[in-house]
């Protein structure tokens, strides 16, 4: 019965090699459901309701619309329906210089602003051809591990409202996380000024250098997260109800997840040992060792094991860089003064990739040859992650209940901002 | 306190009780809002009044100024009778509870089966609300609901058994005199009696629809189960229904199985009533805080596949105590 | 960046094309699914990394010496260039490795869709005929993703008029 269902062992695994990727054997699935599916196909005289859950809908994160096919509380068919919060940011990329669009892009995936920028940037640095110095890079890395830290607390927190309600156990496990959060959204506004929307990346380095005593609280506000973690443990790990909502629930085939282009902590979870921090190290990544979290067991469960190991890693990985952060510049160009002041010389398109919290979020942009416009991109396309971990509804939930598709919605953690643009 | 006449006596008892009844709903909510901020590090609600104590008024009264929308499409006459019955159904059962010595409207000699009876009778007003609503969250949740209902009715009955065959009566005051002295039944015959009385909790809890067993209302997935489209104050009823039904559950458990008004030697009175009883009301709300909630196929399997037999197993056990003391 | 020795030499031999260092080889239509399927299945570059359209609008001569610098591209008639890029993942050295192409697309065209190699492609490739334009045959679900279904134009053309409004929309 899956109501004491234990999480899957590590040890027992057994593992194959599927297209040069290390699987494991017990999550291959060989028949998976046809996500166009005529529901006609189904059984012609079975009594089908349509739900249409959102765009408002208190557990979709955001305005995502999932078209539901329930044979009484069971789901037949998934259709996702996307676009609600379109903003054409790829549009706006294309009326901006390069120095304007990083206020821009903050705003795509909310949760995690400074990945954004980092990602952004990085294409634009690559396309210009500017270096970036050391000290930024060391800079960067510690932003996007706190930003990681930050992001994973707000899914757990929320991961806890999919569970267990607002109004119940789910919130108050909601409310510790954000009580972290607001800590290292604290730390940044200390370091650029606003707590959300940063605007501290830019072209060849970044904006606002490390103020006096910041690296000695953010040390401090890592150790008592650390500690927190814990705490959390404690309370949701051993969580009877908890298991029994997570174990074994939304098991997600790694071939599968592959095919989709889904990376990042849910591709982890299913056994990929992946990770473009440490096998396309950027930033300062090369300079120091990345342990990649991962997991067997494919499910829910597993998911929430693989996060909470990042954050530990991410604590880790950022008080040992906050200890030797080295002198220097932190930022190649000259301070910009006007938006043209940066120009790409060729047309080419370049793509830079990162490790987000949700996965690889890359940057394809292409400059423009036009001379008087050569301050902006000509295309700018922006990779989310979040858009392909969404891709992954209609093979996963035909066959569970609403109740266990909101649970593995939560899981896959999408943000719409992201998957919209 | 009585009167010669039962007609009079159930009037005015009735109407006092259900004041306090009412009252003591009223701050629950802000009790419980206050042991929620305390678990969630934050102050919860010190606004109005002191330290919060005038927010259910001004609860009230918010959920009294709203606007009252019945969707165009719902049944109206349905949709509107089934807040009041709700909170009619649940009030009902404190008729039959006794809160202290002789301090009960009527009192029945199937008092047990009354209180129990009209406690799963809100399934009816909630699956009317389900339907009338023509919603389908609304729908899922009340066949959620009343599926809830009836399978959690069957263990409910079994473990109120134990207490019914111990004093062998079925009249509330009975067992609750056949406990005077500290012969609390759950604590004694050891073994069935706490068994009992755990299983009794867990099963109101289903009944009353709280976490960890609130699917039918389950936020996050139904918006908000039967109550998606009520607003002000008929939503308000709702809620209200639902913490009346979590009070009487903590007087009837405390009546069944706590020894109702038996204080230490010979102290007994209404006080030691209230002070069980608040205390597992608030034993109620720690779980609603610390625990997330069971998915619908799961509590149905917790429900067939445990309590039941070992509801059956507790009314053998009882039995065959009864049967060799 | 220099691309896999291993696609660059089945690029070369089996489909004779010439690799852009930058940009990856240009594949014709028609033999853009033959190479999605030896990458993916011989090559094992199975995650999807992006799909990507790039539209050039037709450029006059005249315009092309006002502007100078893009004479690179007189003369050559509308069309959409669609940049594929792939990835492959662990291998022993714990490095992956990319690789892209491109498809140019006249406008008026179509490119074959690569969902059914790899269904990561679905979505991004609905994404790109959405916002601008271009037609993949052979898509099992070929409808708008971000913009209403009965938006007018596809807003990542370059020709695009950004300030028309779009009733209820401004």
């Known amino acids: 019965m899956s109501l004491h269902a234990t999480p899957h062992p590590k040890d027992t695994v057994k593992w194959t090699t599927v297209g040069g990727v290390r699987v494991p054997v017990h999550l291959l699935i060989p028949n998976l459901p046809d996500p166009f599916m005529d529901i006609e196909d189904y059984e012609p005289d079975a009594d089908l309701m349509v739900l249409n859950m959102g765009p408002q809908h208190p557990s979709t994160h955001g305005v995502l619309r999932v078209k539901l096919v329930l044979d009484g509380e069971v789901c037949v068919k998934v259709t996702p329906y996307l676009g609600y919060l379109h903003r054409g940011v790829e549009k706006l990329c294309e009326k901006l210089s390069y120095v304007q669009i990083t206020p821009i892009v903050d705003k795509n995936d909310y949760v995690s602003p400074m990945m954004n920028e980092l990602a952004i940037n990085m294409a634009f640095e690559k396309l210009i051809g500017a270096e970036v110095p050391r000290r930024a890079r060391y800079i960067r890395t510690i932003c996007a591990e706190i930003q990681r830290l930050g992001s994973h607390l707000l899914w757990l927190g929320t991961f806890g409202l999919d569970m267990g309600g607002a109004i119940g156990g789910g919130g108050s496990i909601f409310m510790h996380t954000f009580r972290e959060r607001e800590l290292l959204l604290d730390l940044f506004e200390d370091l650029t000024g606003c707590r959300f929307h940063y605007n501290t990346h830019t072209v060849g380095g970044n904006r606002h250098d490390i103020p006096a005593g910041w690296a000695a609280k953010a040390t401090q506000v890592l150790a008592v997260i650390s500690k927190r973690c814990i705490e959390y443990e404690d309370f949701v790990r051993g969580n009877k109800v908890f298991q029994a909502r997570t174990v074994g629930v939304g098991i997600i085939d790694p071939v599968l997840a592959i095919d989709l282009g889904i990376s990042g902590p849910v591709l982890r979870a299913s056994g990929v040992d992946v990770d473009l921090r440490r096998d396309q190290p950027y930033a300062a990544y090369d300079e120091i060792a990345v342990n990649v979290a991962t997991d067997p067991g494919g499910d829910c469960f597993s998911r929430y094991v693989v996060r909470v190991d990042e954050m530990r890693e991410s604590i880790r990985i950022a008080t040992e860089l906050l200890a030797g952060v080295p002198e220097g510049p932190i930022c190649s160009l000259k301070p910009v003064k006007l938006p043209g002041a940066v120009k790409a010389k060729h047309g080419q398109g370049v793509y830079s990739s990162i490790e987000s919290p949700r996965g690889e979020l890359g940057t394809f942009v292409v400059g423009n040859t036009v001379r008087r416009q050569s301050a902006i991109p000509y295309r700018c396309k922006i990779r989310s992650p979040s858009m392909h971990l969404l891709q992954l509804l209609p093979y996963i939930c035909p066959g569970n209940n609403i109740s266990d598709i909101i649970v593995t919605l939560g899981s896959l953690d999408p943000i719409m901002g992201e998957v919209d643009r | 306190m009585s009167f010669d006449n039962p007609w009079i006596h159930g009037l005015v008892m009735g109407l006092i009780l259900a004041n306090v009844a009412l009252v003591i709903t009223g701050y629950s909510i802000w009790f419980e809002r206050k042991f929620a901020g305390r678990m969630q590090n934050r102050p919860g609600p010190s606004v109005v009044g002191p330290w919060g104590l005038l927010q259910p008024l001004a609860d009230a009264l918010k959920l009294l100024q709203k606007e009252d929308i019945v969707p165009r499409s719902a049944d109206r006459a349905l949709f509107n009778l089934a807040p009041p019955l709700t909170v009619f159904c649940a009030l009902s059962a404190l008729a039959v509870v006794p809160v202290g010595p002789g301090v009960i409207v009527a009192d029945l000699h199937i008092g047990i089966l009354f209180a129990l009876a009209m406690g799963s009778l809100t399934v009816f007003p909630v699956w009317m609300a389900g339907w009338a609503s023509n919603t389908k969250y609304a729908l899922l949740g009340a066949m959620r609901s009343a599926a809830q209902s009836i399978s959690y009715e069957i263990p409910l009955l079994l473990s109120a058994t134990v207490p019914i065959i111990l004093a062998d009566s079925f009249r509330i005051t009975d067992i609750v005199n056949a406990q005077l002295g500290g012969k609390w039944f759950a604590l004694w015959p050891p073994g069935p009696g706490i068994a009992a009385f755990a299983l009794f909790f867990l099963c109101s809890l289903a009944e009353a629809n709280r976490i960890p067993f609130d699917i039918p209302e389950a936020e996050s997935e139904l918006v908000s189960g039967v109550s998606t489209e009520y607003t002000g104050m008929k939503w308000g009823l709702f809620q209200l229904a639902e913490y009346l039904h979590t009070f009487i559950i903590s007087l009837v458990a405390t009546t069944l199985f706590l020894g109702g008004w038996d204080g230490p030697g010979d102290n007994d009175g209404i006080i030691w009533m209230a002070i069980k009883s608040l205390t597992l009301f608030a034993g109620i709300f720690w779980i609603r805080w610390s625990f997330m909630r069971y998915r619908a196929d799961q509590l149905m399997a917790i429900c067939w596949k445990f309590f039941l037999p070992l509801g059956l197993v507790l009314v053998m056990l009882t039995a065959l105590w009864v049967h060799l003391i | ?170």
């Open chain 3, 1 to 170: 960046m220099s691309w896999p020795t291993d696609a660059a030499t089945l690029c070369q031999d089996r489909f004779g094309l010439e690799i852009c260092e930058a940009e990856g080889p240009l594949v014709s239509a028609d033999q853009a699914l033959a190479l999605a399927t030896a990458l993916k299945d011989e090559l094992d570059f199975r995650f999807f990394v992006h799909v990507v359209s790039v539209h050039y609008p037709e450029v006059e001569a005249i315009a092309a010496d006002e502007e100078k610098g893009i004479d690179a591209i007189i003369g050559t008639p509308d069309h959409t260039m669609v940049h594929y890029r792939l990835r492959r993942l662990a291998n022993p050295n714990r490095s992956t490795d990319t690789f892209a192409f491109r498809i140019k697309v006249p406008t008026g065209e179509s490119t074959p869709s690569l969902s059914g190699v790899w269904l990561g492609a679905d979505w991004q490739e609905r994404e790109q005929y959405d916002l601008v334009g271009t037609v993949f045959s052979g898509h099992p679900d070929l409808r708008r993703i971000m913009m209403p279904e009965d938006w007018p134009g596809h807003p990542l053309r370059r020709d695009y008029a950004i300030d028309t409004s779009h009733f209820p929309w401004r």
